[in-house]
């Protein structure tokens, strides 16, 4: 992933949709310096694979099995 750094200036003369466009569409991180030195950053959220499908299965009644045992601490 390439970033780039712009001042707030540099910002103000683009279009903002054509900074988010660029951040989704080429995986860019832009680095918007602040003028009191502070800097945030505008990247692509990350994708997560979905989560496997499980075979099994849970038995019926399994927590009235566990929530009825009396234990002592």
């Known amino acids: 992933m ?3 750094i712009l001042t ?3 910002l103000k003369q683009q279009p903002v949709e054509k900074i ?3 951040v989704v569409n080429q995986h860019m991180i832009f680095i918007i310096r602040l ?3 502070d800097e945030v950053a505008i990247e692509p959220k990350p ?3 979905p989560l496997p499908v499980l075979n099994g299965y849970v038995p019926e ?3 009235d099995v566990i929530y009825s ?3 002592e601490l």
């Open 20 to 22: 988010l466009m660029d």
């Open 8 to 10: 707030l200036e540099e």
């Open 47 to 49: 994708q997560l694979k």
């Open 2 to 4: 390439t970033s780039q």
């Open 61 to 63: 009644g399994w927590k």
């Open 69 to 71: 045992q009396n234990r």
């Open 35 to 37: 003028p009191g030195g």
